[in-house]
């Protein structure tokens, strides 16, 4: 297993343009997680599946924002009518349910988005 | 989920060690304590988590008091390549799923 994977790397898109960035989580992991970034600061929660369910969205994500987790696998997340707000590194992590104690974070390493 | 507090930035030498300290004064019972490492361009790496008094891996320790209220990252002979961002979470498993990210502590390393 190489871990999780993030793709593209990064992304150049104009104001108003549609962009979608998929994440393939560690294979056994059923909770995938989607953060912002931008720079320094420190990652912003956006929202997180358990399998293909989608549990919880952070009220940063707006309307145009929305993710998927068909059949529990991969990840999209879609970002309509970009803004140059939206220009961050789009970080995408899993990791397994471990009952009792918390889990460790697998993270990928991002998709950076610059909306000119 | 409780908030946790640490200092915006660190600055230390190549060899010496180095202690973060993260205050978390409403940690509940349930809680552990994790800190990841980010460089830059990169996602934040796990680095240990513990619940109380002292954890040690090949990395760092992790001192815990009684109280839990705070917990210190020690890194021990430090060198360029420790030049990061150091983030301290507080949470648990079944509630803490949106596990939430700090400001963090900038560390920078000198030769």
């Known amino acids: 297993d190489t871990g999780v994977s993030q793709d593209p790397r990064h992304k150049i898109t104009k104001r108003g343009q549609n962009v979608t960035f998929r994440c393939d989580p560690i294979?056994?992991?059923?909770?995938l997680y989607w953060y912002r970034q931008t720079l320094g600061q420190g990652p912003e929660f956006l929202t997180y599946?358990?399998?293909?369910?989608?549990?919880?969205k952070s009220r940063l994500l707006s309307d145009r924002f929305s993710a998927e987790r068909p059949k529990g696998s991969f990840s999209t997340l879609e970002i309509q009518r970009t803004e140059q707000g939206d220009s961050a590194m789009y970080l995408c992590?899993?990791?397994?349910?471990?009952?009792?104690?918390?889990?460790?974070?697998?993270f990928g390493e991002g998709s950076r988005l610059t909306v000119l | 989920l409780a908030k946790t507090t640490q200092p915006i930035s660190m600055d230390s030498y190549e060899g010496q060690e180095v202690n973060i300290t993260c205050s978390h004064n409403?940690?509940?019972?349930?809680?552990?304590i994790t800190w990841y490492q980010q460089f830059p361009s990169q996602g934040p790496r796990f680095i240990i988590q513990?619940?109380?008094t002292k954890v040690t891996n090949e990395v760092a320790s992790l001192f815990i008091p009684a109280d839990r209220k705070s917990s210190t990252l020690s890194l021990p002979r430090v060198s360029l390549s420790d030049t990061a961002v150091y983030y301290c979470?507080?949470?648990?498993?079944?509630?803490?799923?949106?596990?939430?990210f700090g400001s963090g502590t900038r560390l920078s390393i000198r030769p």
């Open positions: 294979s056994e992991h059923n909770r």
């Open positions: 513990g619940y109380k």
């Open positions: 409403n940690i509940a019972t349930n809680d552990y």
């Open positions: 992590a899993s990791r397994e349910e471990t009952g009792a104690r918390t889990g460790e974070l697998f």
């Open positions: 599946f358990q399998n293909e369910a989608q549990l919880e």
């Open positions: 979470l507080v949470g648990e498993d079944s509630s803490a799923s949106k596990i939430i």
